[in-house]
């Protein structure tokens, strides 16, 4: 049963002794860059779970689902969009808010909106994008981008049921 729970890690545990013992130089390496994103993760992490907290108590389940929940339409894909392109920051701070808001009753579609605009189309990404590589080309990248997280979404909530969610959210738990 543990060994089923952290099997992931166990692999990667294993694959890391091979390297250190076939390959010392790239196993040094990864140590080093694992310890940097480890170092990362531990500063920003214990904020993140006290927004998630802070979320949990003060916005209510119903607010939730009146913004982009089930029948919120295109104004909860607007207000996914933009909670995805404000904020700065590695997509990985983005998916304990995503399950987050899934718990409290977000759609799918806008979930899938929220962190395709968080990984792809932030703001301050597309003034740099500007910059170097030209109005036209961020203009048709941000379209498209944002034509196909809203597509993605849309049929991503087509295929997992609604049913499924809870099962989801509570083996996350």
């Known amino acids: 049963m543990i060994i089923k729970k952290f099997r992931a890690p166990l692999i990667l545990a294993l694959i890391f002794l091979v390297l250190a013992f076939w390959w010392p130089e790239i196993a040094n390496r990864t140590a080093a860059v694992s310890f940097s994103y480890l170092k990362e993760m531990a500063m920003i992490i214990p904020a ?9 108590v003060w916005v209510p ?8 929940g089930r029948g919120s339409g295109i104004k909860g894909m607007f207000f996914s969009f933009l909670m995805g392109t404000l904020p700065t920051g590695p997509l990985y701070i983005a998916f304990p808010l995503a399950g987050s808001l899934i718990h409290k009753g977000a759609r799918i579609s806008n979930i899938v909106i929220f962190l395709g605009a968080w990984a792809a189309i932030k703001i301050p990404q597309l003034v740099a994008e500007t910059e170097f590589l030209g109005l036209q080309f961020t203009a048709l990248r941000f379209v498209l981008t944002l034509t196909a997280v809203i597509v993605i ?6 295929l997992i049921s609604t049913d499924e969610i809870p099962a989801m959210t509570e083996q996350n738990e």
């Open 61 to 68: 389940k119903e607010k939730i689902k009146q913004l982009i």
């Open 48 to 56: 993140i779970f006290i927004l998630m907290g802070l979320l949990e």
């Open 153 to 158: 979404g849309l049929i991503l909530e087509k």
